[in-house]
């Protein structure tokens, strides 16, 4: 979909058009679906948090501008609203219950990831995973970042090095550990 | 590990994880059926806070606007405070780095007067798709941000330990991990020096302790609780204290920490220092003494050390302070009354 078609579909949502929406669930979902997943780590706080974001996307699309990077404030509203949700989360009282996965749910995602890469993201936080996503996956410049986590540009460069540091310092641990269980 | 490799395996990574979706006819049908669900849910919570909530004034400014007046009361039916909400629209963006004096600004123009100021105030910004707020009094600043507070239709909800005059203890997400009190009693009873270093502070009727925290990863990581007296909220923030007393002498305290909102001060010395009126003053403090950075608002008087630049995609320390490290301290330690002067 072209940049003036999304835009199209945005200004008909604003008009009251609600079924054009549709467009915009259409092209986003798997992006944002990828973004979400990356950061909470798990299939079913996934599929919840994305459904609610597009929610929140459908009752503040008046707000967006049109023409301004309609990506950055999805990317945006979502961080928000996942990083909210986790903070929830890690008040409740079972939390550790709810969130042991199913073997369903671990063979899927080993069948995607190694083991190595798994273990290693596993430890690092939500937070982390979101500036790795967004500065290696998405490319953005710390000032879009900025906009997103709502931190400075120079508070995001560190954190951002904090997360390199410690992703590769695990991820070597974890290749050494599984070399001993190999010999 | 080199940038490539390292970049191949987080795209790696985030592609793994990518997978067919269709949300669309779940999220269509949930928009389809909101209005219905959303009178519920307003109802329902509206039950909820009427314990908090007795009166809900809509007044309109001129169309732009949405003025809330809500009368907060305690258990015990008093009034103990009054928030306005402001409902921002996209001509009054308002972020997280906004200063009091942008705010105070931007309270001028909604109301035209500077009357507002000594009220309680939340300023919501919707334009971020997330309700965000402001206590606006003036022992206050405080942001408000992601799940403290909701908003939904006509409906203020504050979650409870947050009724009444409880406000200003309204945690702003720190960047920072604490030790929790739990590990924190641990520490002081195990005697762990080399992680954690206790200082006790009392000053007037304020008394607490700073925190030095060695995270495992080997960062210095800082935290500051501090107790009111009468108030024993364990986690009370120092800016709260900043806002709360006009003068604040502290001493021997090594490092104070916020980032996310930009308030906080660092300091270093056993030297006393009188504290006035600190608004904006970023700190940061990574991994060394040889490189910390301050930054503060332009309002007071701007300064900019320690400058971190990116170079070729890695993170190239650029700046850093004298190699003596006493020098170093000093030069600080008389930034900071500098800063301090211009507000006495």
Same mark, same amino acid.
């Given at each position: 979909?072209?940049?003036?078609?999304?835009?199209?579909?945005?200004?008909?949502?604003?008009?009251?058009?609600?079924?054009?929406?549709?467009?915009?669930?259409?092209?986003?979902?798997?992006?944002?679906?990828?973004?979400?997943?990356?950061?909470?780590?798990?299939?079913?706080?996934?599929?919840?948090?994305?459904?609610?974001?597009?929610?929140?996307?459908?009752?503040?699309?008046?707000?967006?501008?049109?023409?301004?990077?309609?990506?950055?404030?999805?990317?945006?509203?979502?961080?928000?609203?996942?990083?909210?949700?986790?903070?929830?989360?890690?008040?409740?009282?079972?939390?550790?219950?709810?969130?042991?996965?199913?073997?369903?749910?671990?063979?899927?995602?080993?069948?995607?990831?190694?083991?190595?890469?798994?273990?290693?993201?596993?430890?690092?936080?939500?937070?982390?995973?979101?500036?790795?996503? #967004? &500065?290696?996956?998405? @490319?953005?410049?710390? *000032?879009?970042?900025? !906009? %997103?986590? +709502?931190?400075?540009?120079?508070? #995001? &460069?560190?954190?951002? @090095?904090?997360?390199? *540091?410690?992703?590769? !310092? %695990?991820? +070597?641990?974890?290749?050494?550990?599984?070399?001993?269980?190999?010999? | 590990?080199?940038?490539?490799?390292?970049?191949?395996?987080?795209?790696?990574?985030?592609?793994?994880?990518?997978?067919?979706?269709?949300?669309?006819?779940?999220?269509?049908?949930?928009?389809?059926?909101?209005?219905?669900?959303?009178?519920?849910?307003?109802?329902?919570?509206?039950?909820?806070?009427?314990?908090?909530?007795?009166?809900?004034?809509?007044?309109?400014?001129?169309?732009?606007?949405?003025?809330?007046?809500?009368?907060?009361?305690?258990?015990?039916?008093?009034?103990?405070?009054?928030?306005?909400?402001?409902?921002?629209?996209?001509?009054?963006?308002?972020?997280?780095?906004?200063?009091?004096?942008?705010?105070?600004?931007?309270?001028?123009?909604?109301?035209?007067?500077?009357?507002?100021?000594?009220?309680?105030?939340?300023?919501?910004?919707?334009?971020?798709?997330?309700?965000?707020?402001?206590?606006?009094?003036?022992?206050?600043?405080?942001?408000?941000?992601?799940?403290?507070?909701?908003?939904?239709?006509?409906?203020?909800?504050?979650?409870?330990?947050?009724?009444?005059?409880?406000?200003?203890?309204?945690?702003?997400?720190?960047?920072?991990?604490?030790?929790?009190?739990?590990?924190?009693?641990?520490?002081?009873?195990?005697?762990?020096?080399?992680?954690?270093?206790?200082?006790?502070?009392?000053?007037?009727?304020?008394?607490?302790?700073?925190?030095?925290?060695?995270?495992?990863?080997?960062?210095?990581?800082?935290?500051?609780?501090?107790?009111?007296?009468?108030?024993?909220?364990?986690?009370?923030?120092?800016?709260?204290?900043?806002?709360?007393?006009?003068?604040?002498?502290?001493?021997?305290?090594?490092?104070?920490?916020?980032?996310?909102?930009?308030?906080?001060?660092?300091?270093?010395?056993?030297?006393?220092?009188?504290?006035?009126?600190?608004?904006?003053?970023?700190?940061?403090?990574?991994?060394?003494?040889?490189?910390?950075?301050?930054?503060?608002?332009?309002?007071?008087?701007?300064?900019?050390?320690?400058?971190?630049?990116?170079?070729?995609?890695?993170?190239?320390?650029?700046?850093?302070?004298?190699?003596?490290?006493?020098?170093?301290?000093?030069?600080?330690?008389?930034?900071?009354?500098?800063?301090?002067?211009?507000?006495?």
């Amino acid at each position: 979909m072209s940049h003036h078609e999304i835009e199209s579909s945005i200004n008909a949502v604003k008009r009251g058009n609600s079924d054009a929406f549709e467009n915009i669930v259409e092209m986003y979902q798997r992006p944002l679906y990828k973004y979400i997943r990356y950061i909470v780590y798990n299939q079913w706080d996934t599929d919840d948090i994305l459904q609610d974001v597009f929610i929140k996307i459908y009752t503040n699309i008046h707000q967006y501008r049109s023409n301004s990077n309609f990506e950055g404030w999805l990317y945006k509203i979502a961080y928000n609203h996942t990083m909210s949700v986790l903070r929830k989360k890690a008040k409740e009282p079972f939390v550790l219950v709810e969130r042991l996965p199913d073997v369903a749910y671990i063979d899927e995602y080993k069948i995607e990831m190694s083991s190595e890469m798994t273990t290693t993201l596993s430890q690092l936080n939500p937070d982390e995973r979101a500036i790795l996503f #967004l &500065r290696v996956h998405e @490319e953005l410049p710390y *000032k879009d970042i900025s !906009k %997103i986590m +709502k931190n400075s540009e120079s508070l #995001l &460069r560190k954190k951002y @090095e904090r997360a390199k *540091k410690k992703f590769v !310092k %695990i991820y +070597k641990e974890v290749l050494q550990d599984e070399n001993r269980n190999i010999q | 590990m080199k940038t490539e490799t390292f970049n191949n395996l987080i795209n790696e990574s985030i592609e793994a994880v990518e997978k067919e979706v269709d949300y669309t006819s779940d999220v269509m049908k949930q928009i389809k059926n909101r209005k219905h669900d959303k009178a519920k849910r307003v109802f329902k919570k509206a039950l909820m806070t009427a314990a908090i909530l007795i009166s809900c004034t809509t007044i309109v400014y001129a169309g732009v606007i949405t003025l809330q007046k809500i009368e907060l009361k305690n258990s015990e039916d008093e009034v103990v405070g009054t928030v306005e909400i402001v409902e921002t629209d996209e001509n009054h963006h308002l972020d997280s780095h906004i200063s009091r004096e942008e705010l105070f600004r931007y309270g001028d123009k909604l109301h035209g007067s500077h009357e507002w100021e000594n009220k309680s105030f939340i300023v919501i910004d919707t334009t971020i798709g997330y309700p965000m707020g402001m206590d606006l009094r003036p022992n206050s600043n405080h942001f408000f941000e992601y799940s403290e507070i909701e908003i939904d239709g006509d409906i203020l909800i504050l979650p409870e330990q947050l009724g009444g005059y409880q406000f200003s203890s309204i945690s702003i997400h720190y960047d920072i991990e604490y030790p929790d009190e739990e590990t924190v009693n641990a520490m002081i009873e195990e005697n762990d020096e080399d992680r954690f270093i206790v200082n006790e502070i009392e000053t007037g009727d304020i008394r607490g302790m700073s925190y030095h925290y060695n995270s495992i990863e080997g960062d210095l990581s800082m935290a500051i609780q501090l107790e009111i007296e009468d108030e024993p909220n364990f986690f009370r923030m120092f800016t709260s204290m900043f806002e709360s007393y006009e003068v604040i002498t502290v001493s021997d305290i090594d490092v104070f920490l916020t980032e996310s909102n930009y308030m906080g001060v660092s300091y270093r010395s056993n030297k006393t220092v009188r504290l006035k009126g600190i608004n904006h003053f970023e700190t940061s403090w990574f991994e060394s003494d040889h490189n910390m950075s301050v930054n503060v608002d332009p309002d007071l008087k701007s300064w900019n050390k320690g400058i971190e630049e990116e170079i070729d995609g890695e993170y190239i320390e650029t700046t850093t302070y004298p190699e003596n490290t006493k020098e170093q301290v000093i030069n600080f330690t008389e930034l900071l009354h500098e800063v301090f002067k211009t507000n006495e």
